[in-house]
């Protein structure tokens, strides 16, 4: 929570609020089901109709603060208590806006989903302002992050995980005592789908918010070390298996200048507070972009929450300048030629080669199981593929974003690094 222009951000919040509660009324009246966090209130409405769906969406987010005390047991703060007011304003302003649009009645299915997807962006708007507003979390995402901190697990994976339960509470509930499925339906997936990824976009585009939030805050600009140093940089990208790493290695040995490749991951380890194990596993490596993006936009819901992939290659980002401003080197993989784009002296190179000359380094030099060789080369390119495209919005094997490419098999690893060396040098020249 931040206090500075409190009044300004308390008022930001419950017009969020309200906004939320909008969105989350428009959902409901669509009839195709609601956001999977007000899914379990809508359903018990259905149960218990004598009970509004602002009174269970209280009761629910109550619940959540008790759990929020057992796990977090002494760090449980008075500043928690602040969600009981919210979530109550939250809760009187659903009820509110159902009345409101009371007479709202889709009569067909387009004019349903119309509404349903235009309840993503009412609610998406609402979060928005709620996280900029920045005073409290509703309990439902403050149970979130009690999880986070107790089982020392990924936000974006137990916020999935948070909303599936409630889906699958819904779903059974609504089995159970109302015979059918009632109050999740595709809207409820859309909204799962499409709230986070609005939500971003607002966060991207609606920068307006935070001179208004904090009007005194100042933007300091400091120019990067590496776009002045008379260092030298050549960037290695390479197909897996194509001797990438040793044809990197040679150069370096041969000018006389540091190897970085495995050595990054001590240096980013440090830097980061990750564990050396944590980032060989997951750096250079998203298995599918998609996914990917799925799970990141659960982090918009968290004033300031970074997914740890992200905070990785930000972190990594500036141990490779660091060391570009410090040294001349050679560099292998991690997005270095677009990390390093308008260093004045970096050279970029992308190693290639046939699938036999592939296949025999794999076996040979990874110990990797011919049965299995073929699949890991396919994954290996497959996750560089969607890393570059997720953190460089480019292509990662469009040979356009090179200065020069090799066919390693045509040559042989010595060759290839003499040829490698000589283009370079005929560059400085």
Same mark, same amino acid.
């Given at each position: 929570?931040?206090?500075?222009? +409190?009044?300004?951000?308390? +008022?930001?919040?419950?017009?969020?609020?309200?906004? &939320?509660?909008?969105?989350?009324?428009?959902?409901?009246?669509?009839?195709?089901?609601?956001?999977?966090?007000?899914?379990?209130?809508?359903?018990?409405? /259905?149960?218990?109709?004598?009970?509004?769906?602002? =009174?269970?969406?209280?009761?629910?987010?109550?619940?959540?603060?008790?759990?929020?005390?057992?796990?977090?047991?002494?760090?449980?703060?008075?500043?928690?208590?602040?969600?009981?007011?919210?979530?109550?304003?939250?809760?009187?302003?659903?009820?509110?806006?159902?009345?409101?649009?009371?007479?709202?009645?889709?009569?067909?299915?387009? %004019?349903?989903?119309?509404?349903?997807?235009?309840?993503?962006?009412?609610?998406?708007?609402?979060?928005?302002?709620?996280?900029?507003?920045?005073?409290?979390?509703?309990?439902?995402?403050?149970?979130?992050?009690?999880?986070? $901190?107790?089982?020392?697990?990924?936000?974006?994976?137990?916020?999935?995980?948070?909303?599936?339960?409630?889906?699958?509470?819904?779903?059974?509930?609504?089995?159970?005592?109302?015979?059918?499925?009632?109050?999740?339906?595709?809207?409820?997936?859309?909204?799962?789908?499409?709230?986070?990824?609005?939500?971003?976009?607002?966060?991207?585009?609606?920068?307006?918010?935070?001179?208004?939030?904090?009007?005194?805050?100042? @933007?300091?600009?400091?120019?990067?070390?590496?776009?002045?140093?008379?260092?030298?940089?050549?960037?290695?990208?390479? @197909?897996?298996?194509?001797?990438?790493?040793?044809?990197? $290695?040679?150069?370096?040995?041969?000018?006389?200048?540091?190897?970085?490749?495995?050595?990054? %991951?001590?240096?980013?380890?440090?830097?980061?507070?990750?564990?050396?194990?944590?980032?060989?596993?997951? $750096?250079?490596?998203?298995?599918?972009?998609? +996914?990917?993006?799925?799970?990141?936009?659960?982090?918009? /819901?968290?004033?300031?929450?970074?997914?740890?992939?992200?905070?990785?290659? &930000?972190? @990594?980002?500036?141990?490779?300048?660091?060391?570009?401003?410090?040294?001349?080197?050679?560099?292998?993989?991690?997005?270095? !030629? /677009?990390?390093?784009?308008?260093?004045?002296?970096?050279?970029?190179?992308?190693?290639?080669?046939?699938?036999?000359?592939?296949?025999?380094?794999?076996?040979?030099?990874?110990?990797?199981?011919?049965? !299995?060789?073929?699949?890991?080369?396919?994954?290996?390119?497959?996750?560089?593929?969607?890393?570059?495209?997720?953190?460089?919005?480019?292509?990662?094997?469009?040979?356009?974003?090179?200065?020069?490419?090799?066919?390693?098999?045509?040559?042989?690893?010595?060759? =290839?690094? $003499?040829?490698?060396?000589?283009?370079?040098?005929?560059?400085?020249?």
């Amino acid at each position: 929570m931040k206090t500075n222009n +409190l009044t300004i951000r308390a +008022l930001i919040l419950i017009i969020g609020l309200f906004i &939320m509660s909008f969105g989350v009324a428009l959902s409901i009246r669509s009839n195709l089901g609601t956001t999977p966090i007000s899914s379990v209130p809508y359903v018990y409405n /259905y149960i218990f109709p004598q009970l509004s769906v602002g =009174t269970f969406t209280i009761l629910l987010n109550l619940i959540f603060l008790a759990i929020q005390a057992i796990l977090l047991k002494k760090k449980f703060t008075l500043l928690h208590f602040l969600q009981i007011p919210a979530v109550m304003v939250f809760g009187g302003f659903v009820d509110l806006s159902l009345i409101l649009i009371e007479t709202w009645t889709p009569t067909n299915y387009v %004019i349903q989903w119309m509404f349903s997807i235009a309840s993503c962006f009412v609610i998406a708007f609402g979060i928005f302002l709620q996280v900029k507003a920045n005073v409290t979390l509703l309990p439902a995402e403050g149970v979130s992050m009690a999880l986070v $901190e107790t089982l020392k697990k990924d936000f974006g994976k137990v916020k999935i995980g948070l909303d599936s339960s409630l889906v699958a509470l819904s779903l059974v509930s609504s089995i159970l005592f109302l015979g059918g499925l009632f109050g999740v339906r595709e809207g409820t997936l859309a909204a799962a789908f499409l709230v986070g990824f609005i939500l971003q976009f607002y966060q991207k585009k609606l920068t307006f918010i935070n001179a208004i939030i904090e009007p005194k805050a100042t @933007q300091i600009f400091v120019k990067e070390p590496y776009m002045t140093t008379d260092n030298f940089v050549i960037t290695i990208s390479r @197909q897996f298996g194509s001797g990438g790493h040793a044809i990197g $290695e040679l150069i370096a040995k041969k000018l006389g200048v540091t190897f970085y490749d495995s050595k990054l %991951i001590n240096l980013t380890a440090e830097a980061s507070g990750f564990t050396p194990e944590y980032v060989k596993e997951h $750096e250079q490596k998203i298995t599918n972009g998609l +996914l990917y993006k799925l799970y990141k936009q659960n982090y918009a /819901y968290v004033n300031e929450a970074i997914p740890p992939q992200d905070l990785l290659f &930000m972190v @990594q980002t500036r141990v490779i300048r660091d060391i570009a401003a410090k040294e001349s080197c050679v560099i292998v993989g991690r997005a270095a !030629d /677009y990390i390093l784009k308008g260093h004045p002296n970096c050279f970029n190179i992308f190693i290639h080669a046939d699938k036999e000359f592939r296949i025999n380094r794999a076996i040979k030099e990874y110990n990797i199981s011919p049965n !299995d060789v073929q699949k890991e080369l396919q994954h290996k390119d497959h996750y560089r593929m969607n890393y570059s495209k997720e953190y460089t919005g480019r292509a990662w094997a469009d040979l356009n974003n090179y200065d020069l490419t090799l066919e390693s098999s045509l040559f042989g690893i010595d060759i =290839t690094a $003499e040829m490698i060396i000589d283009a370079w040098k005929k560059t400085e020249r």
